[in-house]
């Protein structure tokens, strides 16, 4: 039933049907489209029914500088159809598009709809996407900004409790926010995966009789850890070549699997190597605002943890010490806090590790 082939695939755009057949309509539409978020659909569109085998992606710069990488459309629909399949999509549903379609995680979205001939509804990248939907979305992929600001307005709460499935990537679920989804009806699944590995190779049930702590590898996916401990993913079918990642996992004897954090989130504070995203999911427990974590040089220490917190937290920054004493491991208290008006993030919704840094850099003598 998954429609492979280029030539004959068909999708649904906001009440209209497009294939191969529109391509100069779609060429047009991506420079006359009024509409931002619907002219770059048009555009990737166009860009998809050309006679090109690839299509240009850019990774989300969380961790580094934004790169521009081409991958195969091949692989792409073959990554398409093993979420289409694992979710039970069928021909006719409806699908919100209400990412930045710079990123891989959007860009599939529209291969999805093609591949399981969906229909897409396209929304402007914001924090509430299903603000002003009034119409039926069977599938929905959002990042955990968008989940948590969408359940605390009871409109859009209801929208999504309608729902059928809904995948959350680009970040990790928190456990505030899980709890939050335990007595929604729609199936909710946390994603693993980047853009080397054409969006994920991995799902977690977050609600239901099925939620899980753990990672399960779609079929054809295999892991392993490197000497590191990083997660190393073969997946023959979506990667030329086994990808070594940056992500410090534990694999489990039932196949599943934990991201512990980045590699290159390894703080050493005086012989010390403190995991940055272990940390922070520690300081949730104390801090309900938005806030990181990040390092600078110190001349003893070698490097110094820092805090970066918005500036409306009520609690002071010498209450907050004793507090973080008091809870963390001794060695593991943030060293300086930063106040600032917001705290980075990419365009995907991460958190901007690079522009963290950055900024406590630039602050000199912090405090």
Same mark, same amino acid.
């Given at each position: 039933?998954?429609?492979?082939?280029?030539?004959?695939?068909?999708?649904?755009?906001?009440?209209?049907?497009?294939?191969?057949?529109?391509?100069?309509?779609?060429?047009?539409?991506s420079?006359e489209?009024?509409?931002?978020?619907?002219?770059?659909?048009?555009?990737?569109?166009?860009?998809?029914?050309?006679?090109?085998?690839?299509?240009?992606?850019?990774?989300s710069?969380?961790?580094?500088?934004?790169?521009?990488?081409r $991958?195969?459309?091949?692989?792409?629909?073959?990554?398409?159809? @093993?979420?289409? *399949?694992? !979710?039970?999509? %069928?021909?006719?549903? =409806?699908?919100?598009?209400?990412?930045?379609?710079?990123?891989?995680?959007?860009?599939?979205?529209?291969v999805?709809?093609?591949?399981?001939g969906?229909?897409?509804?396209?929304?402007?990248?914001?924090?509430?996407?299903?603000a002003?939907?009034?119409?039926?979305?069977?599938?929905?992929s959002v990042?955990?900004?968008?989940?948590?600001?969408?359940?605390g307005?009871?409109?859009?709460?209801?929208?999504?409790?309608?729902?059928?499935?809904?995948? $959350?990537?680009?970040?990790?679920?928190?456990?505030?926010?899980? @709890?939050?989804? *335990?007595? !929604?009806?729609? %199936?909710?699944?946390? =994603?693993?995966?980047?853009?080397?590995?054409?969006?994920?190779?991995?799902?977690?049930?977050l609600?239901?009789?099925?939620?899980?702590?753990?990672?399960?590898?779609?079929?054809g996916v295999s892991?392993?850890?490197?000497?590191r401990?990083?997660?190393?993913?073969?997946?023959?079918?979506?990667?030329?070549?086994?990808?070594?990642?940056?992500?410090?996992?534990?694999?489990?004897?039932?196949?599943?699997?934990?991201?512990?954090?980045?590699?290159?989130?390894?703080?050493?504070?005086?012989?010390?190597?403190?995991?940055?995203?272990? *940390?922070e999911?520690?300081?949730?427990?104390?801090?309900?605002?938005?806030?990181?974590?990040?390092?600078?040089?110190?001349?003893q220490?070698?490097?110094?943890?820092?805090?970066l917190?918005?500036?409306?937290?009520?609690?002071?920054?010498?209450?907050?010490?004793?507090?973080?004493?008091?809870?963390?491991?001794?060695?593991?208290?943030?060293?300086?806090?930063?106040?600032?008006?917001?705290?980075?993030?990419?365009g995907?919704?991460?958190?901007n590790?690079?522009?963290?840094?950055?900024?406590?850099?630039?602050?000199g003598?912090?405090?």
């Amino acid at each position: 039933m998954w429609q492979t082939e280029i030539e004959r695939q068909h999708v649904g755009v906001e009440g209209r049907r497009f294939s191969a057949a529109d391509l100069h309509e779609l060429a047009a539409l991506s420079v006359e489209e009024e509409d931002e978020a619907l002219r770059a659909v048009y555009a990737f569109l166009a860009e998809w029914f050309s006679p090109a085998s690839t299509v240009e992606v850019q990774t989300s710069g969380s961790t580094g500088v934004p790169k521009r990488m081409r $991958v195969e459309k091949e692989r792409m629909m073959r990554s398409a159809v @093993r979420t289409c *399949e694992f !979710l039970g999509l %069928r021909p006719g549903d =409806t699908a919100l598009l209400c990412m930045d379609l710079k990123y891989i995680g959007a860009k599939m979205m529209v291969v999805r709809a093609l591949v399981a001939g969906l229909h897409l509804w396209v929304r402007r990248p914001s924090g509430h996407p299903l603000a002003d939907m009034e119409e039926r979305v069977d599938f929905l992929s959002v990042v955990p900004m968008q989940l948590y600001n969408t359940l605390g307005q009871a409109d859009e709460r209801e929208r999504l409790a309608r729902v059928r499935c809904v995948i $959350v990537g680009g970040g990790a679920v928190d456990e505030a926010l899980e @709890r939050r989804l *335990e007595y !929604l009806p729609c %199936r909710v699944y946390s =994603t693993y995966g980047m853009t080397e590995t054409l969006s994920h190779v991995a799902l977690r049930p977050l609600n239901g009789p099925e939620a899980s702590a753990g990672y399960r590898p779609f079929e054809g996916v295999s892991l392993s850890l490197s000497a590191r401990g990083t997660l190393v993913i073969h997946a023959p079918e979506l990667c030329v070549s086994d990808l070594e990642t940056n992500d410090v996992a534990r694999l489990y004897d039932d196949g599943t699997f934990m991201i512990v954090g980045r590699a290159d989130n390894v703080v050493n504070s005086g012989g010390v190597k403190i995991q940055i995203e272990e *940390e922070e999911h520690r300081l949730k427990e104390l801090i309900s605002v938005p806030f990181a974590l990040t390092s600078v040089p110190d001349r003893q220490l070698g490097e110094a943890l820092v805090l970066l917190l918005v500036r409306d937290f009520p609690m002071d920054d010498a209450d907050l010490f004793s507090a973080m004493k008091a809870f963390l491991p001794r060695y593991h208290v943030p060293r300086h806090i930063l106040r600032v008006e917001t705290v980075p993030v990419a365009g995907n919704g991460k958190v901007n590790r690079k522009a963290c840094r950055e900024l406590a850099l630039g602050a000199g003598a912090v405090r």
